[in-house]
T-cell receptor, first 114, second 114 residues
């Protein structure tokens, strides 16, 4: 089954404790990205990756890091989480080819930073 | 960058009636306009998209219309059913870029009243 898998789905942590949210896709997609969803603000892009070893900042990258060592994996790293990073996070992937197309989202990871 | 405004933020309609959600955008070069549906607790999923070489696209009870001159596009849902209750996001992109330049609206929570 084609899918994007995120872990953990739910996490409560404390300020300053490093955490990683994993994302894996089995569709051989080149493009992967991370979004955060907050009430009234919609989906905002954090980071994206056009291919292995190619990453770039989205609209709200502060406080986050990513890496793309393998095509299927795109982890999101919060080195020192703060309460304003409490949010619902979605990983997404798609084909590239120079034109926008359907994004396939993971099930989401709800993060609470105390 | 692109600025996308989505209205209304909440919408309640009687079952069987029609629902319309509107998005405006700022960049006249934008030419890709998808709509995503997010059911409660689920991931966003693409329901319909339109590219600027057409003014309208239909898929059963849903349709999207585009007015490039006025820079707005709308989602129309006819004969609404309880399963249409969800949050709907519009997005705007450009065909000479991939999904890295996709900008989402802030979402509309649609409630269908039985």
């Amino acid at each position: 089954e084609a899918q994007v898998t995120q872990n953990p789905r739910y996490l409560i942590t404390v300020t300053g404790k490093k955490l990683t949210v994993t994302c894996s896709q089995n569709m051989n997609h080149e493009y992967m990205s991370w979004y955060r969803q907050d009430p009234g603000l919609g989906l905002r892009q954090i980071y994206y990756s056009m291919n292995v070893e190619v990453t770039d900042k989205g609209d709200v990258p502060e406080g986050y890091k990513v890496s793309r060592k393998e095509k299927r994996n795109f982890p999101l790293i919060l080195e020192s989480p703060s309460p304003n990073q409490t949010s619902l996070y979605f990983c997404a992937s798609s084909q590239t080819g120079g034109a926008p197309g359907e994004l396939f989202f993971g099930e989401g990871s709800r993060l609470t930073v105390l | 960058g692109e600025n996308v405004e989505q209205h209304p933020s909440t919408l309640s309609v009687q079952e069987g009636d029609s629902a319309v959600i509107k998005c405006t955008y700022s960049d006249s070069a934008s030419n890709y306009f998808p709509w995503y549906k997010q059911e409660l607790g689920k991931r966003p999923q693409l329901i319909i998209d339109i590219r600027s070489n057409v003014g309208e696209k239909k898929d059963q009870r849903i349709a999207v219309t585009l007015n490039k001159t006025a820079k707005h596009f709308s989602l129309h849902i006819t004969e609404t059913q309880p399963e249409d209750s969800a949050v709907y996001f519009c997005a705007v992109g450009r065909s000479n870029f991939g999904n890295e330049k996709l900008t989402f609206g802030t979402g509309t929570r649609l409630t269908i009243i039985p």
